[in-house]
């Protein structure tokens, strides 16, 4: 972004400067001042410029006499009423040119234009002259002046190295070391915040209030030449600037700030500020070796201020990791590999409530036998991560720990303990067990006792009429057959509960999955017999070899097909597909797939949530153990079951690995 050349307008007409400061935002950098003395100072300070003046300021024309006076570079644009007794009498001040009070915007510009490039010409002008001065002057000889040596040493900064923790106290403190080491009258600090875009004022000496408000953006022409030059700026030595446009900006420099010298700050490589002082207080002149003796105490001051912006840096992110590790919500434990405890966060504390207040430094048996055996196994070599649960007997509390060794390059250098109250956890999920087992058991009286009722009031009703007919041959025949069918059927229910609840266990080896389907389905059709049911079989010419067993196998899939042919119900055009698909490694994965999909009514609505859950049915006869005795088939063979269904139909999908030979 190009930076704009300033001017400087005098005047307290609000409405007139809002037009002028509008209209030139383009041209010029327009700055307001509305007191004589802002104004005074301002020229004093910063030199010559373009000045326009409000005739009607308080003691306008005074005013420019004075600068005309003492600064005779200085552009004067009058501002005021043609022909009026003001414009006529600042006639004789030979202004650059006048202005109306309500100026053409074309015309104001283009001469706002001239009137910078007129200064420019002058300041130019201004430094020729002073450079033919200087030559002059190298031509009369010169006695030379007396060594002079700073009052103190370069001790009397080591106090500022005690205000690492406090930035803006170290810039104090720089400053009065400053002050102290070089019998200064003046002495300030520059400083670029991290963040910022502009150098500031930070610290400072019986500085001017124009210096304190000061910005300097990164681009100027100063801090460019600090960059290429990289020594201090002097007036001493000022004549050995080459260039007389950089002689005559490092000079309105020196001005702006009232200083005699400025002492470019290096950090991290780069310039982070600068230091700046006045004329000595004594009146003596820096000579040659004065400027060499503070070229060393900027350095000095150089390494302090990167020292404490390391430290800062540090510090801040050290009080970010204590506020994390303190706020999480577990504890945190470490120790070093004598098992000392180094750390020690608020959580933990909460969690453990030790008898001791003072914890840190302490031997971690401290904080009770079981913690300090934890620290000190992992301490001893058990790098794996050990994970313990248990009862606290003092605080009842139900705790959770993870144990980590730490390690720096392959050794060990002390283990850490994450702690976490799991009692309301804990408490929760006895609690969801308990209503399970309580759902459980309902559900599973409620399906017994529609299933055992059926049964007993048969067996019932003939042992009534016993007693009656018992001379009756037929009923005698019949009360036998009956009730001998209905024992069975009990038995029945009680096997299948038995089955279910206790298992085979497995037998894997080598299997071809088309095997237990083909019986599965042989079986379900010899069962059923319904004449509207067509079961289809298909399977793909891919090797279709698992690691399971035949029965098991064999089971989930019948219970698939019973559960799918029941549904159907034999009406007419039932339709049951078994598909199988096997998939090579090469293909994306060694997986075998089987598909169980019919064209029913699907799932009720009501029971889509539970369907895996036992003794879950709407069918007047049957305990709704099928669908969990398929899944937890397909759960010890390592694979997984997704069921699917509208009203137009169910698919039961079965995703098992493929065996490792096969693979």
């Known amino acids: 972004m190009k930076t704009l050349p300033s001017c400087i307008l005098y005047s307290r007409d609000d409405e007139l400067t809002g037009r002028l400061i509008r209209i030139s935002t383009s041209v010029v950098a327009l700055q307001l001042i509305e007191e004589p003395v802002d104004l005074e100072q301002w020229i004093a300070q910063f030199g010559d410029t ?16 004075s600068i005309r006076k003492e600064k005779p570079a200085t552009i004067i644009i009058p501002i005021g009423a043609d022909r009026s007794d003001p414009m006529l009498a600042v006639e004789w001040l030979e202004p650059f040119a006048t202005l109306s009070l309500e100026p053409d915007r074309r015309e104001f510009q283009t001469l706002l234009k001239q009137a910078v490039e007129c200064l420019a010409l002058r300041q130019k002008n201004k430094v020729l002259e002073e450079e033919l001065a200087t030559l002059n002057a190298r031509k009369v000889e010169q006695r030379p002046q007396p060594r002079t040596l700073f009052s103190a040493p370069l001790q009397n900064f080591s106090k500022a190295q005690r205000n690492f923790d406090n930035i803006d106290m170290l810039f104090d403190s720089v400053v009065e070391g400053l002050v102290a080491t070089a019998r200064v009258s003046r002495a300030g600090i520059f400083i670029k915040p991290d963040s910022g875009d502009a150098y500031l004022y930070k610290a400072g000496t019986r500085c ?6 000061l910005r300097v953006r990164p681009d100027s022409p100063f801090v460019r030449w600090l960059e290429m030059n990289t020594h201090l700026v002097s007036r001493k030595t000022l004549e050995n600037v080459a260039d007389p446009q950089e002689r005559a900006m490092l000079k309105q420099m020196l001005d702006s700030l009232g200083a005699e010298i400025i002492i470019p700050l290096y950090a991290t490589g780069c310039i982070k500020g600068w230091i700046f002082v006045g004329q000595r207080s004594t009146g003596i002149p820096f000579d040659i070796a004065d400027l060499e003796d503070m070229t060393g105490l900027a350095d000095h001051i150089s390494t302090t201020l990167e020292k404490a912006l390391k430290y800062e840096e540090t510090a801040l992110q050290k009080a970010l990791a204590e506020t994390v590790l303190h706020t999480i919500p577990f504890g945190i434990i470490a120790c070093d590999e004598h098992a000392i405890l180094r750390w020690f966060n608020t959580t933990a504390r909460e969690i453990l409530k030790p008898q001791s207040e003072v914890v840190i430094g302490q031997r971690a048996e401290v ?20 994970t313990k649960e248990w009862t606290d007997n003092r605080t009842k509390l139900t705790l959770a720990a993870e144990t980590h060794c730490l390690t720096d390059g392959g050794s060990c250098v002390g283990a850490m303990v994450m702690l976490r109250d799991v009692t309301g956890v804990k408490l929760l999920k006895e609690k969801e067990e308990q209503v399970e087992r309580a759902t459980f058991w309902n559900e599973l009286a409620s399906s017994m006792s529609h299933e055992i009722r059926n049964p007993l009031v048969a067996i019932k009703t003939f042992s009534q009429l016993l007693p009656q007919r ?80 035949t029965t098991s196998m064999e089971e989930c899939i019948y219970h698939l097909l019973k559960n799918a042919a029941e549904n159907l119900a034999n009406k007419p055009g039932s339709r049951i597909n078994v598909t199988v698909k096997g998939r090579s490694p090469e293909k994306g994965s060694g997986n075998i797939y089987i598909m169980v999909t019919d064209n029913g009514s699907g799932i009720d609505p009501s029971l889509r949530d539970k369907i895996f859950s036992p003794f879950i049915t709407i069918k007047a006869l049957g305990f709704g153990l099928g669908l969990p005795i398929a899944k937890r088939a397909v759960i010890d063979h390592n694979g997984q079951m997704d069921i699917e269904s509208s009203s137009g139909g169910t698919t039961v999908s079965i995703t098992l690995p493929a065996s490792e030979e096969q693979e």
């Open 50 to 65: 373009v000045l326009l003046a409000d005739l009607r300021a308080t003691n306008c024309l005074d005013m420019l006499a």
């Open 367 to 386: 904080l009770g036998s079981r913690i300090a055996d934890m620290l000190r196994s992992a301490v001893g070599g058990q790098h794996m991560p050990c």
């Open 208 to 213: 001017l209030a124009t210096t304190e408000k």
């Open 470 to 549: 018992y001379e009756d041959p037929d009923f005698r025949a019949e009360f036998s057959k009956q009730v001998t069918t209905e024992v069975d059927q009990l038995n029945q229910i009680i096997d299948k509960i038995n089955e279910f609840a206790n298992p085979p266990k497995p037998i894997f080896q080598p299997l071809d999955i088309r095997k237990p389907i083909e019986h599965a389905v042989t079986r379900i059709q010899s069962e059923l017999n319904h004449d509207n049911l067509k079961i289809h079989l298909s399977a793909d010419e891919t090797a279709l070899q698992i690691n399971g067993d």
